[in-house]
């Protein structure tokens, strides 16, 4: 008898979801599963009036949920990848990444439809320094405010407070059935405009190094075009040690047997953008190489000067 598997998930509505949907695939796979979820606070869920880059540390989503890997509790974790550090806690592996969302950022508007119907000196919502930086950049008249909260809070706050417009992944809205809501004013950023996170629109599905039963199980619902791109951009995150506290972006695609990689730092100071794009058939080195790229061009002076603050 398979035991009964214990899933860790924080609490919010978009986690749950995206929770659910995982173990909805791994029954299709293995339907004499048994799963429980176990809700978990983190540190990002907690702290919500202090914009991200500045509460410090990586894994801000995450951390807690690890801890209850490594002790036991659970036998694996969900996570939306762009909230993985590069670095996983001691022992961890992602044992599965299934097929990815849309990787877009979207607009979510107030009054208008469409961006270029948003007036001079709108004010946009973001708590992203990667969205910030390109935002301005698209339009220097943009005023960006912070806003935090799960999507239902930053949706409530877009209707009742100063926003004309917020910044949402495309996925997570998709994940929630959102975008099917007529009701709901949204328009997709394309990459040329605001290239996403690395790992936006994908899973990771975390468990321990040496569950080998857990590992075989979460295999059945990986998707191997989405874990190659996404290898891609790990390694260009892990070579750059970007956090949060880095208007820093990502995001690769797969073209027949290579991959292309596309990516971004930013200097909010001085409104210095350094870019890179490589292509090559293996993931991991084209990764690496398109990091090495902007670190010499400047990147990485800019990344040590934020890193200090």
Known sequence: MLRKMIVGSRKSKLALT????????????WPELEFQIHEIVTKGDKILDVTLNKVGGKGLFVSEVETALQTGQIDFAVHSMKDVPAQLA?????????????????LVFDQVTHLEQLPVGAVIGTSSLRRAAQLQLLRPDFQIRPIRGNIDTRLKK?????FDAIVLAEAGLSRMGWLENDSLKWESLPAEFCLPAVGQGALAVECRENDLEVQQFLA?????DTGFTVRAERAFLTRLDGGCEIPLAGFAEKHGNEVNIRGMVANPETF???????TGIEPEQVGISAAEELLASGAGKVIRELKKK
């Not at 877009?158 to 100063?162: A, F, K, T």
């Open 18 to 29: 995206q929770t659910n949907w995982v173990i909805q695939e791994l029954k299709k796979k």
């Open 90 to 106: 001691e022992n961890l592996v992602i044992g599965a990444i299934p097929k990815r969302e849309s990787p877009l950022d979207c």
């Open 158 to 162: 877009l209707r009742e407070e100063d």
């Open 220 to 224: 059945a619902i990986h998707d191997a």
């Open 272 to 278: 210095t953008f350094y870019r890179t794009v490589r």
